[in-house]
């Protein structure tokens, strides 16, 4: 803010010393103080309206940036789909958080699990792109500790997945009670 008003002094300043110089070339003597009082009163609302928009200049900037990141990273996220599928990663659910940073949070069920081989060629196939590299790995590392996980009364559900900067991946459980009464299991576990 102390720089919008050293530039609204500055303006102010060679504004005035302006006028006192073609007043001085044309031989019409010092300046009428009535139109630098007015001079000074337009600086300063000017000064005083960049200083109130300038907030909300920044606001709508940091909107357009976050949408602008959420279109981005929902691209990025959309081009994976088809391997994922491929991988034994069905999307049932996604779910968009568009603040600041945006996040697409995104429920899988897994549908197959892959061999270790296959896990080794997905990965070597998306080393160049670091988003899907990231995403994968995740994705098969959460798979492989669910396997090994044991909750009496629950059973794996699928994945929760939190794109951000980087990817991160929740082991989702159920209640073996609700799908054994018949109800909806939103992950198809």
Same mark, same amino acid.
Do not use: W
């Given at each position: 803010?102390?720089?919008?008003?050293?530039?609204?002094r500055?303006?102010?300043?060679n504004?005035?010393?302006d006028?006192?110089?073609?007043k001085?070339?044309?031989?019409?003597?010092p300046?009428?103080v009535?139109?630098?009082?007015?001079d000074?009163?337009?600086a300063a609302?000017?000064?005083?309206?960049? $200083?109130?928009a300038?907030?909300?200049?920044?606001?709508k900037? +940091?909107?357009?940036?976050?949408?602008?990141?959420?279109?981005?990273?929902?691209?990025?996220?959309?081009d994976?789909?088809p391997?994922?599928a491929?991988?034994?990663f069905?999307?049932?659910?996604?779910?968009?958080?568009?603040s600041?940073?945006?996040?697409?949070?995104s429920?899988?069920?897994v549908?197959?699990?892959?061999?270790?081989?296959?896990?080794?060629?997905?990965?070597?196939?998306?080393?160049?792109?670091?988003?899907?590299?990231?995403?994968?790995?995740?994705?098969?590392r959460? $798979?492989?500790?669910?396997?090994? +996980?044991?909750?009496?009364?629950?059973?794996?559900a699928g +994945?929760?997945v939190?794109v951000?900067?980087s990817?991160k991946v929740?082991?989702?459980?159920?209640?073996v009670? $609700?799908?054994?009464?018949g109800?909806?299991?939103?992950?198809?576990?």
């Amino acid at each position: 803010m102390s720089k919008l008003f050293d530039q609204a002094r500055a303006r102010l300043r060679n504004s005035i010393d302006d006028k006192e110089e073609a007043k001085t070339a044309r031989g019409d003597g010092p300046a009428d103080v009535s139109q630098v009082a007015k001079d000074i009163q337009e600086a300063a609302a000017e000064a005083v309206d960049n $200083v109130v928009a300038s907030p909300f200049r920044l606001k709508k900037a +940091l909107q357009q940036r976050a949408t602008k990141k959420v279109l981005e990273t929902q691209e990025k996220f959309t081009d994976l789909l088809p391997a994922l599928a491929q991988a034994g990663f069905r999307l049932d659910s996604c779910a968009i958080d568009a603040s600041m940073s945006p996040t697409i949070m995104s429920r899988f069920s897994v549908t197959r699990q892959l061999t270790d081989e296959e896990e080794e060629e997905f990965l070597a196939a998306n080393r160049g792109n670091r988003f899907a590299y990231l995403l994968f790995e995740s994705l098969f590392r959460a $798979v492989n500790v669910a396997e090994t +996980l044991d909750f009496p009364g629950l059973h794996f559900a699928g +994945l929760e997945v939190r794109v951000t900067a980087s990817p991160k991946v929740s082991m989702l459980y159920r209640s073996v009670q $609700v799908q054994e009464l018949g109800q909806t299991v939103i992950h198809g576990g």
